[in-house]
Nanobody
Framework: QVQLVESGGGLVQAGGSMRLSCAAS????????MGWFRQAPGKEREFVAAISQTGGNTHYADSVKGRFTISRDNAKKTVYLQMDNLKSEDTAAYYC?????????????????WGQGTQVTVSS
């Protein structure tokens, strides 16, 4: 069992930066791949970024590649999403999620545990 709590959302101007954190509870955090998804009003939940159990492999959606960076600290049981050069289209609720090692990185159905989400609003 893994419980996830996101923090760090808020309001930022376009071109600014923000870092999201996701704190996990449970003893098996390091055995899960982690991901970030986002969902804007009226839109489907979409993949943003993912990181492997050890942090050695990362994946990004094309829309955020070069602007967002995912990282994790297994000692602190925390995963981060550094977001730079934010755009208005990045406005959404952001969710972190944990997936078993064998499941898909890219699809939300592959993730077993979810946080409650944190709102990011980018003003233009």
């Amino acid at each position: 069992q893994v419980q996830l709590v996101e923090s760090g959302g808020g309001l930022v101007q376009a071109g600014g930066s923000m870092r999201l954190s996701c704190a996990a509870s449970g003893r098996t955090f390091s055995s899960y791949g982690m991901g970030w998804f986002r969902q804007a009003p009226g839109k489907e939940r979409e993949f943003v970024a993912a990181i492997s159990q050890t942090g050695g492999n990362t994946h990004y959606a094309d829309s955020v590649k070069g602007r967002f960076t995912i990282s994790r600290d297994n000692a602190k049981k925390t995963v981060y999403l550094q977001m730079d050069n934010l755009k208005s289209e990045d406005t959404a609720a952001y969710y972190c999620a944990a997936r078993p090692a064998y499941s898909s990185v890219w699809y939300y159905t592959g993730y077993q545990y979810w946080g409650q989400g944190t709102q990011v609003t980018v003003s233009s």
